[in-house]
Nanobody, 113 residues
Framework: VQLQASGGGLVQAGGSLRLSCIGSGSIRSIVSMGWYRQAPGKQRELVARITRGNSTNYADSVKGRFTISRDNAKNTVYLQMDNLKPEDTAVYYC????????WGKGTQVTVSS
């Protein structure tokens, strides 16, 4: 499984960004997909996850601001990020879980105050 993430960038606090992650390869083996982030000097943390059955879960810090969704026809998972805060600044990574975990290259999100 290969994952390609895009959509990061620089935005002012209160702004929005949408991340996309396109999967290819053995997609049928994937049971859930998600987004993680890692800020400088911090551990990588789960931001949001969506299962094949469209169940979702979010980190408490992003609940009500971020929305994860998927388009199965396009093998794509999205992360809509609204009301961004400077503390959301991090490298965001797409993740897919099947028999093993797969990771895409990160995309930088920078939120200025």
């Amino acid at each position: 499984v290969q994952l390609q993430a895009s959509g990061g960038g620089l935005v002012q606090a209160g702004g929005s960004l949408r991340l996309s992650c396109i999967g290819s390869g053995s997609i049928r083996s994937i049971v859930s997909m998600g987004w993680y982030r890692q800020a400088p000097g911090k551990q990588r943390e789960l931001v949001a996850r969506i299962t094949r059955g469209n169940s979702t879960n979010y980190a408490d810090s992003v609940k009500g601001r971020f929305t994860i969704s998927r388009d199965n026809a396009k093998n794509t998972v999205y992360l809509q990020m609204d009301n961004l805060k400077p503390e959301d600044t991090a490298v965001y990574y797409c993740n897919a879980l099947g028999l093993v975990a797969y990771w895409g290259k990160g995309t930088q999100v920078t939120v200025s105050s």
